[in-house]
């Protein structure tokens, strides 16, 4: 299982991963004396638009995200030496771990904005930049079904001058900092695929409604976690655990259109049953090879399941 981070850097040597440690800050002295120019982000919007039930298998929807950021030109001349900037890229395929074709690829042209597009609100140049998704597969030449849960994606901010092109653009100074890293996590490992036997109890059809206990019996059978994306699961026998068929006659199993997601440890059921009702669960709790929650739908219908997994291992921890 696998999460993707996008990341945009404008520190250190071009496409070198940095650290704490490794980074080259910029003395504000040496910037009086050498007249190294550098950036410093002034904003900085990102959005990620998740797809949510029957389009949920475009989990990673990379088409759909975009980058905003607006970096602060600085230097002995006040910025007016930088003639442009580029934001250039690379991407790091972590599939190759897993067995996966590598299709890394470093030093790719995002953009390369004129100083001609920079604008001035105070006494320093400005540049504001967007960076889509769409824009992003375009350059790299990839298509969106290629990035997967783990793959990086960096963004390093070059700044153009007549005495060349500068890609260490970070100033730290009187305790300020111009590094500029940005992660959007999308999707996060997930094992939860697994048979087990459940026992669905506390089962209420209609608070309100008088109906025989033997309505609300707890019903017992075996199931299974099918993952069917990335931290997506399909639930067998179905999203109530019996509920379903106690409750309607003719009804063996379902509802079939509600999944298990699995977002970075934060569990939930989505989509939409055949009577366009969403559910709802609790935080799960494990306890060994123990997994319980409760559901709840939009009917005020609910249960609470508990899962015990049979192939002898626990389930997996949750923070």
């Known amino acids: 299982m696998k999460k993707i981070f996008i990341s945009i850097i404008s520190i250190g040597l ?61 230097s002995i001349q006040d910025g007016s030496d930088v003639t442009a900037i580029k934001v250039v890229g690379s991407f790091k395929d972590n599939t190759v771990m897993m067995g996966g074709t590598d299709i890394s690829k470093n030093d790719v042209l995002i953009q390369e904005i004129p100083s001609s597009q920079f604008t001035t609100s105070g006494e320093l140049p400005e540049v504001t930049f967007t960076i889509t998704g769409t824009e992003l597969l375009g ?124 977002n970075c440890g934060t569990f939930s059921y989505i989509g939409e049953d055949s009577n366009e009702d969403g559910y709802n669960i609790s935080p799960l709790t494990v306890n060994g090879n123990e997994l319980t929650y409760t559901w709840e739908n939009d009917e005020d219908q609910s249960g609470t399941v508990t899962l015990t997994r049979t192939d002898g291992m626990d389930w997996p921890d949750i923070e």
Not at 32 to 37: A, E, H, M, V, Y
Not at 44 to 67: M, R, T
């Open 139 to 262: 350059d790299f030449g990839y298509t969106a079904d290629q990035i997967k849960g783990t793959d990086v994606f960096t963004y390093q901010i070059v700044l153009v001058t007549a005495n060349g092109e500068f890609t260490d653009v970070s100033a730290n100074f009187d305790n300020q900092s111009a590094d500029h890293t940005f992660n959007a996590q999308v999707l996060c490992p997930s094992d939860f695929s697994a048979e087990f036997t459940y026992e669905s109890t506390n089962l209420i059809e209609d608070e309100d409604l008088d109906v025989p206990t033997s309505r609300w019996a707890t019903q017992t059978g075996t199931g299974s976690f099918e993952e069917v994306r990335e931290g997506v699961y399909r639930i067998t026998p179905g999203a109530t655990f019996g509920a379903l068929s106690l409750w309607n006659d003719g009804v063996t199993a379902g509802p079939e259109n509600i999944f298990l997601r699995d």
């Open 14 to 74: 071009l496409f070198s991963g940095c650290s704490d440690d490794d980074k080259l800050p910029v003395d504000f002295d040496d910037l009086i004396n050498t007249g190294l120019p550098f950036a410093a982000r002034t904003n900085f919007e990102s959005k990620f638009k998740p797809i949510e039930n029957e389009i949920f298998l475009e989990e990673v929807d990379i088409a759909n995200y975009s980058l905003t950021t607006t970096l602060e030109l600085n």
